[in-house]
């Protein structure tokens, strides 16, 4: 099973930007459908952006529609989500989870991921 990784998390002040990256050692990383998931502290995690692998296909969720861009470089089996004017409730643990089977808007949801990776903290200061 393909094991992802994230990494780019850190402490920026609002307004900044970062980018979020998530890997796989595996090269069948690129087959699968690859999404991004925050979870702020005692919050559910919700879904942020997604991008499928066959034509690249992305989603948002409305909240991170146009600040945040997510994209895919199947040479380096890597997943990056750029985030741009980062506001203080965009702080929370940001998760990159596949999903081998094809994805649409109705499976943008965490239960139907089932490769998860251990997280990258960004918190954002006012």
């Known amino acids: 099973q393909v094991q992802p990784v994230e990494s780019g998390g850190g402490l920026v002040q609002a307004g900044g930007s970062l980018k979020l990256s998530c890997t796989a050692s595996e090269d069948t990383f690129r087959t699968w459908a690859v999404a991004w998931f925050r979870e702020a502290p005692g919050k559910e995690r919700e879904f942020v952006a997604a991008?499928?692998?066959?034509?690249?296909?992305?989603y948002y969720a409305t909240s991170v529609k146009d600040r945040f861009t997510i994209s895919r470089d199947n040479a380096k089996n890597t997943v990056t989500l750029k985030i741009n004017s980062l506001k203080p409730e965009d702080t929370a643990v940001y998760y990159c989870?596949?999903?081998?089977?094809?994805?649409?808007?109705?499976?943008?949801?965490?239960?139907?991921?089932?490769?998860w990776g251990q997280g990258t903290q960004v918190t954002v200061s006012s």
């Open positions: 989870a596949g999903r081998r089977w094809a994805m649409s808007s109705a499976t943008v949801d965490v239960r139907h991921f089932e490769s």
């Open positions: 991008i499928t692998s066959g034509d690249s296909t992305t």
